[in-house]
């Protein structure tokens, strides 16, 4: 018993520890990217020209070292040079033991799952990284990838500059993983910088749960619960700014919350708590079910609109929509139960 208890806390601090990295990635890194981003009179006296070709090494990291855009994927995100929490917390780290991207070598850039570079595996060869250094835009061509152990060698690219961009693998899940996600690119431009980077927008979900005061107070957050969380997954047509900031990850605590409310209310058998809940005419399910198996989550959007979220596990299929700036359940089958 003991030990269940102590993998089902490690479970909710495997999510909670991610959630909360994002909603502190999303505003302090949107600052980081606006700041960088400021004209050269904000930011201090223009650099000369011969220091383009420099490498930065910044001592401090309460300014970005320098920004990496994915035009195919519409991002652009702030590098901060190590690879302490407290740095990948906030940006993608720049992995101190490597070149600074342009540098002879393989250039290395890391961030957390969930995060700045959730999307790189849908990037395919001939896609642009691009690294931008003040008054330079080095473009980089991806060139492939690789799943690795961390510590595996990653070897330059013919021409002896690379920059590979790791993350860990599976870049979808909400838990530990032991692999990375490894993508590989080579130096193929160097070009003036035309113009500033625009800031980081960041959207939120737009929605709540409706749950009364009463059933609040019960606790609906992962830690209060016994849920074991699998995989964050989106479908539909979900912007580049949903994809890539935190609103993926406040979609589903806001899930969550509504799932483990609903469980609260159907084991107190309490149909004033399932009126704010659910859908009107939803009839309240006559027992709750097992929560033994790894539970996903499929988030349904429509650039930056919620339509659906469906919670699945083989014990249960819980389905939330969005009405009227509310996630409501609409349906939820189960083994356990005959009725929807």
Known sequence: ???????????????????????HSSSVGSGLVKSYGAPPSARGAARPAAACVESPRPSVTKAAAGLVQIPALSLTAPVLNGLSDGVLAVAAGHDPASPWPGGVGESVLESHDVSYFSEIGRLTAGADVVWIHHCEELTFRVIGHEILNPGDLIYPPADGRGLALITCYPTDALFYTPERFVLLTALVATNRE?????PLHVVTPGVKVPAPRDLVAQGLQLANSGVLVGYLRLTGSPSAAWAEGPASLDLESLALE??????????????????YLAVPDLAMPPTAWSNALDTNVTEDIAGNSVRSVTLSSANVTFVLVASHGELLIKTITSPAFNTP
């Not at 030990?3 to 520890?17: E, I, Q, S």
């Open 194 to 198: 035309t113009g500033t980077p625009g």
């Open 258 to 275: 509504s799932y483990i409310g609903a469980e609260k209310t159907i084991a107190r058998n309490d149909t004033r708590w399932w009126t």
């Open 1 to 23: 018993m003991a030990l269940g208890v102590l993998m089902l806390l490690a479970a909710a601090l495997g999510v909670a520890y991610p959630m909360w990295w994002d909603h």
